[in-house]
T-cell receptor, first 113, second 111 residues
Framework: SAVISQKPSRDICQRGTSLTIQCQVDSQVTMMFWYRQQPGQSLTLIATANQGSEATYESGFVIDKFPISRPNLTFSTLTVSNMSPEDSSIYLC??????????FGEGSRLTVL | SQELEQSPQSLIVQEGKNLTINCTSSKTLYGLYWYKQKYGEGLIFLMMLQKGGEEKSHEKITAKLDEKKQQSSLHITASQPSHAGIYLCGADSNQGGKLIFGQGTELSVKP
């Protein structure tokens, strides 16, 4: 199993600013993903974080708004840029090593005023 | 694209009662995962099903995948307040290891 740590766990930000969320996995993993969970909603995949190359974004999500880095097999960051109140969500980092369970971090709860 | 539909969307049961949550896929499921989420927290993995007709149990929770691999159910026996939370089914998209999720079922258990 993998243990995933996310920072920050929560933050309150001003409109127009940017926030970077960090995700650290306690072991090397093949796959890392970022999900968003808007209030009262299910999980929506933002992108697959690819090690050493550009992330693969899902429909409706773009790199300028959600730049992602993955410098190695245990670490990734997600930046939420030029935030608006609509970006208020829980952002979840997840990892997977082959077929099987997808592990999740505790999430980063973001509130944009 | 594949979609997962969960029912019911919310459920309130009396402690000690049994309950069932369903998850229906628009396409054949290659892997079906059940997670539980406490409010505002991360997801806790419950069970994974891959074979048609497969059934798994953990404590008082049983999950089944139908023979056609398009529907799964999660059954809780003798529910307790600790079972309260949001239950999510997730499916392998068969594209790069990512999972897609149903909209979730919010369970409340009244003492």
């Amino acid at each position: 199993s993998a243990v995933i740590s996310q920072k920050p766990s929560r933050d309150i930000c001003q409109r127009g600013t940017s926030l970077t969320i960090q995700c650290q996995v306690d072991s090397q993993v093949t796959m890392m993903f970022w999900y968003r969970q808007q209030p009262g909603q299910s999980l929506t995949l933002i992108a697959t974080a690819n090690q050493g190359s550009e992330a693969t974004y899902e429909s409706g999500f773009v790199i300028d708004k959600f730049p992602i880095s993955r410098p190695n097999l245990t670490f990734s960051t997600l930046t939420v840029s030029n935030m608006s109140p609509e970006d208020s969500s829980i952002y979840l980092c997840s990892s997977r090593q082959g077929p099987g369970e997808l592990f999740f971090g505790e999430g980063s709860r973001l509130t944009v005023l | 694209s594949q979609e997962l539909e969960q029912s019911p969307q919310s459920l309130i049961v009396q402690e000690g009662k049994n309950l069932t949550i369903n998850c229906t896929s628009s396409k054949t499921l290659y892997g079906l995962y059940w997670y539980k989420q406490k409010y505002g927290e991360g997801l806790i993995f419950l069970m994974m099903l891959q074979k048609g007709g497969e059934e798994k149990s953990h404590e008082k929770i049983t999950a089944k995948l139908d023979e056609k691999k398009q529907q799964s159910s999660l059954h809780i026996t003798a529910s307790q307040p600790s079972h309260a939370g949001i239950y999510l089914c997730g499916a392998d998209s068969n594209q790069g290891g990512k999972l897609i999720f149903g909209q979730g079922t919010e369970l409340s258990v009244k003492p």
